[in-house]
């Protein structure tokens, strides 16, 4: 019987995530990746060219895509050792998802949250589960009004960090919520890393993705802080930055906020308030 662990990846097409899957040893993990499109999924997978990748596609902005490739998922794995919420965009012009939410948050956080409590039974199969969130220094600078969320009038770093911001948060609710289950959950900041974030803005992304990728730092540093998350002992509950254990801001350990933001997020995801584990 293999020993390997499950390894899901979103956001495994590009960036951070596609060198951290370069940089996982085949002989330790079977890894699952997902991406936006067929067509980067195919691009991905036949650059990586190896058996143990299975890459999947999914509009993290679109709940009935999310439940589909949770489905897929279920069916080919039992367990999910460990799941890397990765993927993210930017939009340079904000934009709104099918239900009304500004894009930026829909993609960057609220399908994770989605895909992470449809896979929650799966994960915590595992007998050490891990659950890492990419978040990003970005959310220092978050503000987060649940009441503002189809807001097209927030410039696009505020749309970013409050993503990133409800990440952490995120981090915090669901700890409590699973304290009493032997699973680790964690949060990063991987360093300012030149990746396609911009991309998704037509020819002004292509030249901003660009400009992104000579002042960042390369994709394989970020992905090595991605592995630190992965590999660490004692990262439960806490943030790290450059793989360096770092204290929240007081807006970031705010417990009474991530629980409005968790029942916030199951209405908006159609899920009960209650976590069924």
Excluded at 24 to 50: M, V
Aim: aromatic share 6%; proline share 2%; glycine share 6%.
């Amino acid at each position: 019987m293999s020993n390997k662990k499950n390894i899901l990846i979103t956001g495994a097409t590009s960036g951070i995530g596609f060198q951290t899957c370069k940089l996982l040893s085949p002989e330790k993990f079977n890894i699952i990746g997902t991406g936006s499109s067929k067509k980067s999924c195919a691009n991905a997978t036949k650059k990586l060219n190896s058996d143990h990748i299975q890459i999947f596609d999914c509009d993290l902005s679109d709940n009935n895509s999310v439940h589909q490739l949770s489905e897929t998922i279920k069916s080919q794995f039992k367990t999910i050792d460990i799941l890397v919420n990765n993927a993210g965009t930017l939009y340079v012009k904000p934009q709104l998802d099918s239900k009304g939410i500004e894009k930026t948050f829909s993609v960057n956080y609220l399908g994770h949250y989605l895909l992470t409590r449809l896979l929650i039974k799966n994960i915590l199969n595992s007998n050490s589960p891990r659950i890492i969130n990419v978040s990003s220094v970005a959310h220092k600078r978050g503000v987060l009004d649940l009441s503002k969320l189809n807001d097209v009038n927030l410039t696009s770093f505020q749309a970013y960090s409050r993503s990133k911001l409800a990440q952490i948060l995120f981090m915090k609710i669901l700890s409590e919520k699973l304290h009493t289950k032997n699973v680790t959950i964690s949060s990063l900041h991987p360093g300012l890393i030149g990746t396609n974030l911009l991309s998704k803005n037509g020819f002004l992304g292509n030249l901003l993705t660009v400009g992104h990728k000579l002042v960042g730092k390369s994709t394989t540093s970020g992905a090595k802080n991605v592995l630190f998350n992965i590999e660490a002992e004692n990262t439960h509950n806490k943030y790290f930055s450059n793989s360096k254990n770092e204290k929240l801001l007081n807006h970031a350990n705010d417990i009474d906020k991530a629980s409005e933001l968790w029942d916030f997020s199951a209405k908006l995801c159609d899920l009960p308030i209650k976590l069924e584990i």
